[in-house]
T-cell receptor
Framework: EAGVTQSPTHLIKTRGQQATLRCSPI?????VYWYQQALGLGLQFLLW???????NRGNFPPRFSGRQFPNYSSELNVNALELEDSALYLC??????????????FGPGTRLTVT | AQSVSQHNHHVILSEAASLELGCNYS??????LFWYVQYPGQHLQLLLK??????LVKGIKGFEAEFIKSKFSFNLRKPSVQWSDTAEYFC???????????FGGGTRLMVKP
């Protein structure tokens, strides 16, 4: 079974540009989560999509947005990039399990560098 | 809001030493608890999880964790570490509504051969 895949592996942008990151969940998984792993800030929740709808978002400005497509893949867009957006962006997928168990499986991440 | 605290940021052990990494969480409702591991150059992998039932859970590679509800803790243990256990370990919690994971700050473990 293929795991969560993300593209690109690395992305270099300049301040003010836009970045688009992509994620394909494990086959059969309907939920996609995005997390930011920035140096010194740990892993922080960004966005949660399920069945094409945004279910929750973390404490990030509106220039962080995304969507989930009918095939459950997802896209994270970051507009007006700032230097502090440099981080590893992780995507995870899950499927509702028994008794509300939501085990999340992570992809390898996209390393975004803003110069 | 949920929060997770990992008390040790860096731990250095010799091979065959015993390991215990602390994790405490703050949340009033029913939680699911997880430990993830990130080996150097690799992505986050699930080590073990607790949803309900026996509070002592066993995971992969000889790791186990004990959920102590009264202490809001979910400490990770391994009786005898190996050099290959060198990695960063993250404790995480979420609720029963499929919501996001809240992670602790992580513990970097270095095992000396």
């Amino acid at each position: 079974e293929a795991g969560v895949t993300q593209s690109p592996t690395h992305l270099i942008k300049t301040r003010g540009q836009q970045a688009t990151l992509r994620c394909s969940p494990i086959s059969g998984h309907t939920s996609v989560y995005w997390y930011q792993q920035a140096l010194g800030l740990g892993l922080q929740f960004l966005l949660w999509y399920d069945e094409g709808e945004e279910r929750n978002r973390g404490n990030f400005p509106p220039r962080f947005s995304g969507r989930q497509f009918p095939n459950y893949s997802s896209e994270l867009n970051v507009n007006a990039l700032e230097l502090e957006d440099s981080a590893l962006y992780l995507c995870a997928s899950s499927i509702p399990g028994l008794a509300g168990s939501y085990e999340q499986y992570f992809g390898p991440g996209t390393r975004l560098t803003v110069t | 809001a949920q929060s997770v605290s990992q008390h040790n940021h860096h731990v250095i052990l010799s091979e065959a030493a015993s390991l215990e990494l602390g994790c405490n969480y703050s949340y009033g409702g029913t939680v699911n608890l997880f430990w993830y591991v990130q080996y150097p150059g690799q992505h986050l992998q699930l080590l073990l999880k607790y949803f309900s039932g026996d509070p002592l859970v066993k995971g992969i590679k000889g790791f186990e964790a004990e959920f102590i509800k009264s202490k809001f803790s979910f400490n990770l243990r391994k009786p005898s570490v190996q050099w290959s256990d060198t990695a960063e370990y993250f404790c995480a919690v979420n609720d029963n509504a499929g919501n996001m994971l809240t992670f602790g700050g992580g513990t970097r473990l270095m095992v000396k051969p």
